[in-house]
Structure formats: C-alpha cells, structure tokens
T-cell receptor, first 115, second 110 residues
Framework: EAGVAQSPRYKIIEKRQSVAFWCNPI?????LYWYQQILGQGPKLLIQ????????DSQLPKDRFSAERLKGVDSTLKIQPAKLEDSAVYLC?????????????FGSGTRLTVV | DAKTTQPNSMESNEEEPVHLPCNHS???????IHWYRQLPSQGPEYVIH???SNVNNRMASLAIAEDRKSSTLILHRATLRDAAVYYC???????????FGKGTKLSVKP
C-alpha cells in the first residue's frame, strides 16, 4: 500500500512569514496526527484528527499554528507567523483506528528552517 | 502517563545481536509496550509491540519482564541498516496518542 505522503520535503522561510505543510494519509485511515520534531528530540504531538474532527490539540500553539482536515482525508498544517524556534521536522502519521494500540504509519516529514 | 527510561546511546558490531533495554516501572497491567525506530532523515516506523509474553516478528523480538516493569528489544543480527534511534513508547495520553521520549541511538559498526 502507498505510504503517508507529505510535501514539501524541505522549506526555508524568514521569521514572521507564513508556511503550510500538506499530508495525504494512507487510504482509509481515519486517524491523522501531526508531530513536531526538534533536532535531537523525539517527536512531539501537535494535533490529532479522527476523520475531520479534532480529538486532541492541547499541544498546538494556537496563536500561530492551525490545522485542518477537510473531508476526513488530506490535512494541512499552517504556521503564521513563523518564529525561529519553529525550525523542526513536521511529521504526519495516520492509523486505521483511534488509539495507540493500532500501528501508526509516518511520512518522511517536512524539514522547516526559519531564518 | 507511564514514564520510560532508555540509554541515550548504544553501539553494536554488525551481525551481532543487540539488546536494547527499556524501564517502564509505572506501567499499568493492561498497557501494551510499543517500540518504534527512526532511521536518519525518515519518520518513525513501527517495530513491535506486546503485552505480557515475548513477541517475535520479522524485524525483532520483544522480551517483557514477568513484572512488566521492563522490556528488551532484541535485534538478532544487527546490520548497518539497523542504525537508528529506537523508541520505547509508554502508554498513550488520554486520546491514545504515541508519546515519544528521546530514545536510544543505536550505532552499528562494520
């Protein structure tokens, strides 16, 4: 089966600019996650969707980050305005059902550099 | 949420077995232990998970202590492609999310 697709692969922007990342999960996977991975650290969950509804966004900095999942398939994550500390890899993952006992499949991520 | 403790790094020689330990002393009786790994410049990938008894798959084996306070991921013959960061994942948050720590960086020497 096709994996989780993410684009772009790399992005460099100046601080205070805006940026958007796109994710296409595995077909039929109802649950979608966005993680932020800062260099040298493990991934940190930003937001979890079940179909097109938000299940958990407690770690999402809502003053600058937003995410949506229209029609319960593709998702976009936006940062506006970006700060230097947002430099990280943004990972999208999907699973067939809600709950961590069901395996997650991750994309390769988008590496964001804010200068 | 349960907490896990893993060594920051480990080294292995190619074609030798590798035992990656994880302590999860606060785990509850019904929580599965999951292991993921992250190869350089890639997203994490599922390795194995288990509850009480030892588990085997094509990638690795998982040995879970009888008291479930620790587990060991076993790579039977390490290859250079096994060089990665290995994460022992505690039970998820309120919504069943994967909560990652820093993991163990495994280096494999030829």
């Amino acid at each position: 089966e096709a994996g989780v697709a993410q684009s772009p692969r790399y992005k460099i922007i100046e601080k205070r600019q805006s940026v958007a990342f796109w994710c296409n999960p595995i077909s039929g996977h109802a649950t979608l996650y966005w993680y932020q991975q800062i260099l040298g650290q493990g991934p940190k969950l930003l937001i979890q969707f079940q179909n097109n509804g938000v299940v958990d966004d407690s770690q999402l900095p809502k003053d600058r980050f937003s995410a949506e999942r229209l029609k319960g398939v593709d998702s976009t994550l936006k940062i506006q305005p970006a700060k230097l500390e947002d430099s990280a890899v943004y990972l999208c993952a999907s699973s067939s059902r809600e709950g961590w006992n069901y395996g997650y499949t991750f994309g390769s991520g988008t590496r964001l550099t804010v200068v | 949420d349960a907490k896990t403790t893993q060594p920051n790094s480990m080294e292995s020689n190619e074609e030798e077995p590798v035992h990656l330990p994880c302590n999860h002393s606060t785990i509850s009786g019904t929580d599965y232990i999951h292991w993921y790994r992250q190869l350089p410049s890639q997203g994490p990938e599922y390795v194995i998970h288990g509850l009480t008894s030892n588990v085997n798959n094509r990638m690795a084996s998982l040995a879970i202590a009888e008291d479930r306070k620790s587990s060991t991921l076993i790579l039977h013959r390490a290859t250079l492609r096994d060089a990665a960061v290995y994460y022992c994942i505690p039970p998820g948050g309120s919504q069943g999310n994967l909560i990652f720590g820093k993991g163990t960086k495994l280096s494999v020497k030829p």
